[in-house]
Each structure stands twice: as structure tokens, then as C-alpha cells.
């Protein structure tokens, strides 16, 4: 009876086993059409202009992104970011130039108090200039890093789906707890923080033009020490990805190691024909995976060049605009330029990490071996 049992057993194991090899040669098309749904959310949370350079159906096109059209975005973006940097330089220069003309008017009368009231009523109007530019940029900067985690979290589906497709499932727990992690303490952290931040920075820059105490070193201690703290956090989750994801995909592969040893040893006649298939969709499964995580590398590539070409111009604009007003024997106003091209550079450089940081996780997901490989 047990003979009988076995005998059926090994019947029908090879039975299933080649009718899975015969229908090998849909297997990437079964795939790709099995996370065709998790990749159309994906690409739905992408904002139009980006979402429209991929094609329609990407896993099924040769060329996922053209060249020509990544070049017209950031062309497009670079001259809207000019015009945009051109009318609030123009704006600011020319209260440069009426701030110095009416001080020098102004150094020629006797009164000293009608001298300093001036003084004051103008650092007071170009800090208000100069406060709502960089207020601007600090909630465009959030709004965009917002945007990123949304697309971030939009992709986590997709990296599950993949992940547990392949065999990879140690791997795949580990890079989208991380993930979450990052995602999670770059909208609670970060971006909460950015406004306050650079409000406060800008009002403490505006103490001594004001006729108060100097005060920047303690603008410039806030800076450095947010900046640290988030490259800080940020090298503690490339260490943690990096080393658990090798762990864990050392544990996928022995697992899927030994199933095919099981396979080949106690299924019969098709055993080796087995595993050349399950390396057909392995071969398959990497195919789709690496496409769908260079097009999450693209997409939140592009999506970073709008507020990075904005922050590098209005930093330009504020450098010479800075140097301008030491030229010209403004340095209240200097002053407080100098702290705006500062606080330029500090949103570049949290966007920069950022940016970085989902970068090297997708790029950690598109490495990782395939469960069945």
C-alpha cells in the first residue's frame, strides 16, 4: 500500500513538475503581468511631467526612459528656476541700490536719530524681502521631500511583491522594514523640522543688522549640529541595509538551496529539468525586478532635479548679491544675505542625503540576488 502511495505520489509530482516546464516559455510574461498592477500604482503616485517620460507598459518595452525627453525636463525646469531666481534677484538688487542710495543721503544729515531710524525701517524691509524668498524655498523643499516619501512608500508594495516572488523573503522583510524606518523619520524628523529651523536661523541672523548682540554663531551651531544628527541617522541606516540584507540573503539562499537539492534528489527522471526551470524564472524575476527599480531610481532622480535646481540658483543669486552689498558698504544687509546663501546650502544638502539615502536602498533591492538564482 505504501508503494502504491509513493508510486502515485512520484506520478504525479512528475506530471506537474513538466507541465510547469512546458509552459516555461510564458513565465515572463505571467510575471510581469502578476506586478503590472503594483507597478501601475507606483507609477500613479508619480507627479504628470515625470510619469509621462516612462512608456505605458514598461516591462514589456525595449527602452524604458528616453534620453531626449529626461534632457527637455531638466532643460524646461533649469529655465523656470532661472526666471524664477531672475525676478527676486531683480527685486532684491534694486532694493540694494535704493537702500544705498537713501543711506548715503542719509549719512549726510546731522541728525542722528533720523540716520538710525532710517537704517532701521530699511534692514527691517530688505529682512522681510529676504525672509519670505527663504521661507518659500524652505516650504517648497518640504513639499517636495513629502512627495518623495509618498513615492517611496508607493514603491514598498512593488519591492514586496518582487521579493517574495523570488524567494527572497528574508531580504525582502529586511529592506522594507528599513525602508519604512527611513521614510518614517524623514517625514517625522526632517521635514517637520526644516520650518522651524530656517525661520529661526533667518530671525537670529537679523539681530545685529537690527542694532542687537551678533548672534550667527549660534544660526551656524544649529545648522551644523541638524546637519550631523541627519547624515548621522543616515549612515546608521545605510550601515544597518547593508549588513542585515547580506545576512539575510545568505539565509534565502541556503533555503532555496536546500529545496532544490530535495528536489533533485527525491523527485524522479525531471528533477534536474526542475531546476532549469526555476532558473528560467529566475532569469525572469531579475529581469522584471532590475527594471522596475531603475525606473524607482529614475523617477525619484528626476523628481529631486526641480528643488535642486531652485536651491543652486537662489544660492548663486544670494552669494552675489551678498558680495554686491559688501562692495557697496551694506553689510547689515550683507549679513543677512550671507545667512540666506547658508541656509541655501543647508536645504540642499538635506535634500541631497535624502535623495541618496532612497537611491542606495532601491539600489540595494535591484542587487539583491534572486531567491531562486
Given amino acids: 500500500m505504501k508503494k502504491c502511495i509513493l508510486f502515485l505520489f512520484f506520478i504525479i509530482a512528475s506530471i506537474f513538475c513538466l507541465c510547469f516546464i512546458c509552459f516555461g516559455n510564458d513565465i515572463h510574461k505571467d510575471i510581469a503581468s502578476s506586478v503590472d498592477g503594483e507597478l501601475s500604482n507606483f507609477m500613479d503616485s508619480l507627479p504628470n511631467d515625470i510619469s509621462s517620460l516612462f512608456p505605458t507598459d514598461p516591462l514589456n518595452s525595449n527602452n524604458i526612459i528616453n534620453e531626449k525627453s529626461i534632457i527637455d525636463y531638466i532643460i524646461s525646469y533649469i529655465f523656470s528656476g532661472v526666471d524664477n531666481v531672475a525676478r527676486s534677484f531683480v527685486s532684491i538688487f534694486t532694493l ?4 544705498c542710495a537713501l543711506s548715503s543721503i542719509c549719512n549726510s544729515l546731522s541728525n542722528s536719530a533720523l540716520n538710525n531710524a532710517f537704517k532701521l525701517c530699511s534692514t527691517l524691509c530688505f529682512s522681510i524681502t529676504i525672509f519670505h524668498s527663504c521661507v518659500g524655498l524652505a516650504e517648497l523643499t518640504s513639499a517636495y521631500i513629502k512627495t518623495l516619501c509618498r513615492v517611496m512608500n508607493a514603491f514598498l508594495p512593488l519591492m514586496s511583491t518582487m521579493g517574495i516572488m523570488s524567494g527572497a523573503i528574508s531580504s525582502t522583510t529586511t529592506n522594507c522594514a528599513i525602508s519604512v524606518l527611513a521614510i518614517t523619520l524623514v517625514e517625522g524628523f526632517l521635514v517637520v523640522c526644516l ?3 530656517v525661520k529661526s536661523c533667518l530671525t537670529i541672523s537679523m539681530v545685529k543688522p537690527i542694532g542687537g548682540c551678533n548672534l550667527s554663531g549660534i544660526s551656524k551651531t544649529i545648522k551644523t549640529a541638524f546637519t550631523s544628527v541627519s547624515v548621522f541617522v543616515m549612515s546608521i541606516l545605510f550601515f544597518l541595509l547593508s549588513a542585515k540584507n547580506v545576512l539575510a540573503q545568505g539565509n534565502d539562499s541556503l533555503s532555496i538551496k536546500t529545496a ?4 533533485s534528489s527525491f523527485v ?4 534536474a529539468s526542475i531546476n532549469d526551470a526555476l532558473r528560467t524564472v529566475s532569469s525572469s524575476l531579475g529581469v522584471i525586478k532590475s527594471t522596475c527599480g531603475i525606473i524607482a531610481i529614475i523617477a525619484i532622480a528626476l523628481l529631486m532635479v526641480p528643488i535642486i535646481i531652485h536651491l543652486l540658483l537662489y544660492k548663486l543669486s544670494f552669494g552675489f548679491l551678498g558680495s554686491v552689498c559688501k562692495a557697496l558698504n551694506c553689510s547689515s544687509e550683507g549679513e543677512i544675505l550671507e545667512e540666506a546663501d547658508s541656509l541655501c546650502g543647508f536645504m540642499l544638502v538635506l535634500v541631497a542625503c535624502t535623495c ?3 537611491i542606495f536602498a532601491l539600489t540595494i533591492f535591484i542587487n539583491t540576488a ?3 538564482a
Fill in 260 to 263: 532544490r537539492f530535495a528536489i
Fill in 96 to 99: 540694494i541700490i535704493v537702500t
Fill in 195 to 197: 520650518m522651524p529651523l
Fill in 268 to 271: 524522479p527522471i525531471v528533477g
Fill in 356 to 358: 541618496v539615502m532612497f
Fill in 370 to 372: 534572486v531567491g531562486v
